[in-house]
């Protein structure tokens, strides 16, 4: 969705540039035109939250990028634990059977007892990629509200933005 791979965490792309036609300033700040559409502060605030947004842009492309990769090596650990139950399954089916025709099943047991150590492994491997992955989480988290409208501008110049801000879905 739009939400995840929106560095500002919302279902929308930000444009707010319609505010600042009109606006210029110089590099100490000074206000060189206004625009016909915000107050200078307004235009200030959006020019240094666009310069925000866009300085962090690749940290969360590089967080994204760590997430998409640990969900993919979670899917395949969550595969080979999959196949390991099998394979315990299948070791047991065969104690039950030799056990059941008065067969030494010593063997199978030896197989299951291993079978159960690589599964407890496999489930602690698990275990730190889904680590991995909340910890991403946490620093997108972090980055979002970094970088979120709350963090960057007043109440009153929220306010005056929201009547401007369109969601469709």
């Known amino acids: 969705t739009v939400n995840e791979v929106n560095p500002n965490g919302t279902s929308y792309i930000e444009d707010l540039s319609y505010f600042l036609k009109g606006f210029s300033m110089d590099s100490n700040g000074m206000v060189l035109s206004h625009s016909s559409h915000a107050d200078d502060e307004l235009c200030k605030a959006i020019i240094k939250y666009q310069d925000l947004v866009t300085s962090k842009n690749g940290e969360f492309k590089t967080l994204l990028t760590q997430k998409e990769g640990f969900q993919a090596e979670l899917r395949i650990k969550e595969n080979e634990l999959f196949n390991l139950n099998n394979e315990l399954k299948a070791i047991q089916v065969d ?63 929220i306010e005056e933005l929201n009547d401007f801000i369109i969601e469709k879905t």
């Open 95 to 157: 104690i039950d059977f030799s056990e059941s025709q008065g067969q030494d099943a010593t063997s199978y047991k030896t197989q299951e007892a291993n079978k159960k150590i690589e599964i407890a492994n496999k489930e602690s491997e698990i275990a730190i990629v889904k680590s991995n992955i909340a910890n991403v989480d946490g620093q997108m988290i972090v980055l979002k509200n970094e970088i979120s409208m709350e963090s960057n501008f007043t109440s009153q110049q």
